[in-house]
């Protein structure tokens, strides 16, 4: 089997500034003075995280709130860049950690269509054959020739998982998204994914719902402060 994803000895650092407790008075009197100060901290978010995924695989992680699972996805969906290390991506990857959170807020659901599929790497062609799937999977009826900034939050959600699956992507990324919407949404998003790994999908999973890992999932990474702590199969 070829590598989709390989991390190689990746870490994350991020750098806190603590001085908000000050008022604007106190910071004014301090610089004036010239006794003010900003404290800086460093905030270890990963730690030597490595592994690789295989294409057609399918890969949990899992892990508490603040582990660093969504660092950790932003850094393989090329937001983040590592402090330390390597990611290496081999084929199209679909994120889907914010659902609709790439949205132009001004432009109707048929123009973010467009964005969005752009941002994904799917050409114009690409996105005018997809367009009626996507709307369809979407059903959002005549709200499509709407701003978005109209749309409810279930709404969006809905367009930009249509998006992502439409855009032919050979890895997707689903941080927190399984569990969102209505229940019939949610089977109608389950049954698309099952239907993408049956034609070789390679799915990064990050869920709270241990049923939602052991559905879709052969094996597990799980984190804990920035670590990586446990592997192990389904």
Same mark, same amino acid.
């Given at each position: 089997?070829?590598?989709?994803?390989?991390?190689?000895?990746? *870490?994350? =650092?991020?750098? @806190?500034?603590?001085?908000? *407790?000050?008022?604007?008075?106190?910071?004014?009197?301090?610089?004036?003075? /010239? %006794?003010? =100060? *900003?404290?800086?901290?460093?905030?270890?978010? @990963?730690?030597?995280?490595?592994? %690789?995924?295989?294409?057609? !695989?399918? $890969?949990?992680?899992?892990?508490h709130n603040g582990c660093g699972k969504s660092?950790?996805?932003?850094?393989?969906?090329?937001?983040?860049?590592?402090?330390?290390?390597? +990611? %290496?991506?081999?084929?199209?990857?679909?994120?889907?950690?914010?659902?609709?959170?790439?949205?132009?807020?001004?432009?109707?659901?048929?123009?973010?269509?467009?964005?969005?599929?752009?941002?994904?790497?799917?050409?114009?062609?690409?996105?005018?054959?997809?367009?009626?799937?996507?709307?369809?999977?979407a059903e959002l009826g005549d709200?499509?020739?709407?701003?978005? /900034?109209?749309? *409810?939050?279930?709404?969006?959600?809905?367009?930009?998982?249509?998006?992502?699956?439409?855009?032919?992507?050979? $890895?997707?990324?689903?941080?927190? +998204?399984?569990? +969102?919407?209505?229940?019939?949404?949610? !089977?109608?998003?389950?049954?698309?994914?099952?239907?993408?790994?049956?034609?070789?999908?390679?799915?990064?999973?990050?869920?709270?719902?241990?049923?939602?890992?052991?559905?879709?999932?052969?094996?597990?990474?799980?984190?804990?402060?920035?670590?990586?702590?446990?592997?192990?199969?389904?």
């Amino acid at each position: 089997m070829t590598v989709a994803i390989s991390v190689n000895a990746v *870490s994350k =650092r991020f750098i @806190l500034k603590h001085n908000a *407790s000050m008022s604007i008075k106190q910071k004014i009197s301090s610089i004036t003075n /010239k %006794t003010y =100060r *900003s404290h800086l901290e460093e905030f270890w978010a @990963l730690k030597d995280i490595n592994f %690789t995924i295989n294409h057609g !695989e399918s $890969i949990a992680f899992l892990g508490h709130n603040g582990c660093g699972k969504s660092t950790l996805m932003k850094l393989i969906s090329g937001v983040y860049k590592p402090t330390l290390g390597k +990611v %290496t991506i081999n084929g199209r990857l679909a994120p889907l950690i914010e659902l609709g959170a790439g949205f132009h807020p001004e432009l109707t659901g048929q123009e973010n269509i467009y964005l969005n599929g752009c941002l994904l790497g799917m050409s114009n062609q690409e996105i005018t054959e997809k367009y009626q799937e996507i709307t369809d999977f979407a059903e959002l009826g005549d709200f499509i020739d709407t701003p978005v /900034k109209n749309y *409810s939050s279930g709404m969006a959600m809905r367009l930009g998982f249509a998006i992502a699956v439409y855009s032919s992507p050979s $890895i997707l990324i689903a941080d927190e +998204v399984l569990a +969102v919407g209505d229940a019939y949404f949610q !089977e109608k998003c389950h049954r698309k994914i099952r239907d993408m790994q049956n034609h070789g999908l390679t799915l990064i999973l990050v869920t709270h719902v241990p049923e939602h890992a052991e559905l879709f999932c052969q094996r597990y990474i799980k984190l804990d402060h920035g670590k990586v702590i446990e592997t192990g199969f389904f």
